[in-house]
């Protein structure tokens, strides 16, 4: 019988060492040869200034230089978005993400003005207010719906950042920022992300900040670690099949057990996963 922890890391395609520059090369490959097989002209990202959104925007980036020299034109193309809530504390870290991809368009749309008439409408609609955290989740919804937007004006592709250790905690809105037509990072945990980006040159800022959300009003910046209850490092050992403190892999496990139906699509009279 295989263990939940053996059948966690064959679902989510993790290996437990990697070879950077083919890891590189084959999600370069996969961008380019969806975007072929789309028959669209290129890809739309959110850049939050963290690791994950910085990677995927480089490896896109990189993908759509190489089209656009094997094919000799200028079609193919990639738009990253800026999507504040207001004014975003850190920033500058997105901006030096921005300046490590180097996209060819760079566009920001303020979710605030959106978010906030979705809250007065709730609260007129219901006479009580959204909690911080369903509005958080808002705000994440808000930007993948202005991302589409972009995405159909110009023809292009949603990507996604979503990787082992964020889909094992579901650790993302459901229809938020887990909502896109391809993820090019999905498969590496947090620390072989982190080997990526240093193998592509990126800045030290952009792997070594702590991961946030940054959805919450009440709590700026909250660390991933500490609203899950566990550190990226004992997720990326348990991932890379190693043993780790028994507290820690429960609470592993209890997220994944909790949040499979993220993982799912919408569940049908055919399905069985949930039973």
């Known amino acids: 019988m295989i263990d939940l922890q053996t059948e966690i890391i064959t679902a989510l395609q993790v290996k437990p060492s990697i070879d950077a520059k083919q890891e590189i090369r084959d999600r370069i490959q996969l961008i380019k040869a969806y975007l072929k ?35 000799n034109t ?3 193309t990639f738009y990253a978005m800026r999507l504040p809530y207001g004014v975003q504390q850190d920033e500058d870290d997105a901006q030096q993400a921005l300046s490590f991809i180097n996209p060819y368009h760079r566009l920001t749309v ?6 906030d008439a979705s809250f007065e409408q709730f609260k007129k609609a219901t006479g009580e207010a959204l909690t911080d955290f369903v509005k958080g989740n808002t705000k994440a919804r808000e930007r993948m719906k ?25 650790f993302y809105t459901k229809f938020g920022d887990g909502a896109c037509d391809i993820t090019p990072i999905f498969g590496l945990n947090k620390r072989q ?10 800045p030290e800022i952009l792997y070594t900040k702590a991961p946030t959300a ?9 660390p991933d670690e500490e609203a899950l209850g ?3 490092n004992q997720i990326d050992d348990y991932l890379e099949g ?34």
């Open 37 to 71: 097989k789309s028959g669209l002209n290129g890809y739309v990202l959110g850049i939050s200034g963290g690791q994950d959104s910085a990677l995927t925007g480089k490896l896109i980036q990189l993908a759509m230089e190489e089209l656009n020299d094997e094919e």
């Open 74 to 76: 200028k079609k193919y």
């Open 110 to 115: 303020n979710v605030k003005p959106s978010v």
């Open 146 to 170: 202005a991302q589409y937007d972009v995405a159909a004006h110009y023809g292009c592709l949603v990507a996604g950042t979503d990787h082992a250790a964020e889909a094992i905690t579901g």
């Open 193 to 202: 992300g982190k080997i990526l980006l240093q193998a592509l040159g990126a």
């Open 214 to 222: 940054d959805l919450e009003d009440d709590r700026p910046a909250l």
């Open 230 to 232: 566990v550190t990226y």
């Open 242 to 275: 190693k043993d780790i403190d028994e507290g820690a892999k429960k609470v592993i496990e209890r997220h994944y057990v909790k949040t499979e139906h993220k993982r799912q699509l919408p569940v049908t009279l055919y399905d069985r996963w949930w039973k």
